[in-house]
């Protein structure tokens, strides 16, 4: 991390923003606080703890909350979140860090959220018999806890007060190596997207540029992802509106979309007004911030990612009603293997794919619908983890 630090902007902010952050942690905690710690390795998985963040804040106003992440790419995004008291990077994991940063935050409850698993942070935690537990936790077969050689990380687990996992797959596999303190309480992004479609923004640029046309919007889309839209857009005689907003909007990368588009005129958000707006078909978002309310003006999404390490949030877009589309690796997300099955997500592996899809969406409105409403019940059908989670650390903890 040290070397990639001298190319890598990641890595230097992963360096940079650990440096003396047990003395600074030393500095802002009172030994008096009443601490409920946190950690989310992203913005992800701080998107899916979020949710139980805001209702513990809501129910022990008298703890104050530590946020941790392990990544750059969540806390220089969130931390100012202003539900958190405290917003950190979490030390490197090694026993020295884990015990001086344990005897700082003393926190009387941890919550880690989905897969974190850092042995010595962990091991301290049990050691010193603080509650600690998984949110939204999810595991599969092929996870080293599973595998003949796992037996030191299945210590690690056994210091977890209690297991709230996504699935009953997840429950079965827990059990197979004698873990029985679990609940199946789903996953608490259910929660949380139903709250962001509640608050969508109200964005009068985006109404007058959708001006009644069927909108396609793609979310955190790569170049893969681009490549292919374009393809569709030059061979194809549908009339529609393209949003495409991008994963990374650093100026090199939009530089890049804008060239990608050619002769086709492509309108910057940053760029528009009501006078140069309504008769554009393609807008590039240049900014952060807006994708989860440009759902709400989306007749269909595309979901980008799937043609690298896995696709994005495609809850974000399902809960607005939509059909969603993705690229084809998909299979680590369950939501995305649930609406494909049940027909609201369509998986594509190639251009072809994409043409045939979109081709039968935007000539059949009543295509759009069907999967639009599987979708959005879908979402509503798996609301309420994060009320079952609070439940029983009431009953356990307090």
């Given at each position: ?147 003949w050689y796992g037996g030191r990380a299945r210590k690690i687990l056994k210091n977890f007060t209690h297991f709230?996992?996504?699935n009953s797959e997840s429950k079965s596999l827990l059990s197979s190596i004698n873990l029985e303190n679990v ?216």
């Open positions: 991390m040290l070397i990639a630090s001298l190319f890598n902007a990641k890595a230097k902010l992963w360096i940079s923003g650990r440096k003396n952050l047990l003395k600074e942690l030393g500095k802002e905690i009172s030994s008096s606080d009443k601490i409920a710690w946190f950690h989310c390795a992203s913005l992800g998985e701080f998107e899916q703890g979020r949710p139980v963040i805001e209702a513990f804040r809501e129910q022990y106003k008298d703890y104050k909350i530590l946020l941790t992440f392990f990544s750059p790419s969540g806390y220089e995004i969130r931390k100012n979140y202003d539900k958190a008291d405290y917003v950190y990077y979490l030390p490197i994991d090694t026993t020295k860090n884990a015990k001086q940063f344990m005897d700082i935050v003393n926190p009387v409850v941890v919550f880690f959220v989905k897969y974190e698993f850092w042995q010595c942070f962990i091991g301290e935690i049990g050691k010193r018999k603080i509650p600690l537990y998984l949110v939204s936790g999810i595991f599969r077969k092929d996870h080293r806890f599973f595998k709230f996992v996504q609940v199946v309480a789903g996953d608490t992004r259910f929660d949380r997207v139903k709250t962001i479609s509640e608050a969508a923004k109200n964005l009068p640029l985006i109404e007058r540029f959708k001006n009644g046309k069927t909108t396609l919007v793609a979310g955190s889309t790569w170049k893969p992802d681009e490549e292919i839209i374009v393809k569709y857009l030059n061979s194809t005689n549908y009339d529609f509106k393209l949003i495409i907003a991008p994963h990374e909007i650093h100026k090199e990368n939009i530089d890049r979309i804008e060239r990608l588009f050619n002769q086709i005129s492509v309108l910057k958000y940053s760029e528009a007004n009501e006078s140069n707006i309504q008769e554009q078909n393609i807008l590039l978002i240049d900014n952060i911030g807006l994708l989860s309310s440009l759902y709400r003006f989306a007749d269909v999404a595309y979901i980008g990612g799937g043609f690298g390490k896995g696709i994005h949030n495609t809850l974000e877009a399902a809960t607005f009603g939509l059909p969603v589309i993705f690229g084809p690796n998909y299979e680590k997300f369950q939501e995305a293997v649930d609406l494909k099955k049940l027909g609201g997500a369509f998986s594509i592996s190639n251009q072809n794919d994409l043409n045939i899809v979109l081709d039968n969406l935007l000539e059949n409105e009543q295509s759009i619908s069907n999967a639009g409403i599987v979708s959005a019940k879908y979402v509503n059908d798996k609301k309420g983890a994060t009320s079952e989670i609070i439940k029983l650390i009431n009953t356990r903890l307090f």
